[in-house]
Nanobody
Framework: QRQFVESGGGLVQPGGSLRLSCLAS????????IGWFRQVPGKEREGLAC????????DYSDSVKGRFTISRDMEKRTVYLQMNALEPGDTGRYYC?????????????????WGQGTQVTVDS
């Protein structure tokens, strides 16, 4: 069973930074796309960034472009989301997800494998 474990969330002041990690186990990464998503109560899950594990193609939502960077460490089987210039509107639960996609997508509906999430709170 594919498993993903997110970590790195926490409380940060506006303007601060956090780096989230998504550790994957028991996953064949040959054609895997991984995405980071944010869920806020009462709102739809929002796609923030995604990466193709092989090749490194990336995509970002307009809301985080220029502030967030997605990357992967193939030896550590980990995908990161570096978040800078955080704003209160970035508060939410952050999930990583993966699926066998030729090109990664920001649409959560195309991903079948999800982690449990990690909470990010941006507040002074």
């Amino acid at each position: 069973q594919r498993q993903f474990v997110e970590s790195g969330g926490g409380l940060v002041q506006p303007g601060g930074s956090l780096r989230l990690s998504c550790l994957a186990s028991d996953v064949s990464f040959d054609y895997v796309a991984i995405g980071w998503f944010r869920q806020v109560p009462g709102k739809e899950r929002e796609g923030l960034a995604c990466i193709n594990y092989v090749g490194g193609y990336t995509d970002y939502s307009d809301s985080v472009k220029g502030r967030f960077t997605i990357s992967r460490d193939m030896e550590k089987r980990t995908v990161y989301l570096q978040m800078n210039a955080l704003e209160p509107g970035d508060t939410g639960r952050y999930y990583c997800a993966a699926d066998a996609l030729v090109r990664c997508s920001l649409h959560p509906g195309v991903y079948d494998y999800w982690g449990q999430g990690t909470q990010v709170t941006v507040d002074s």
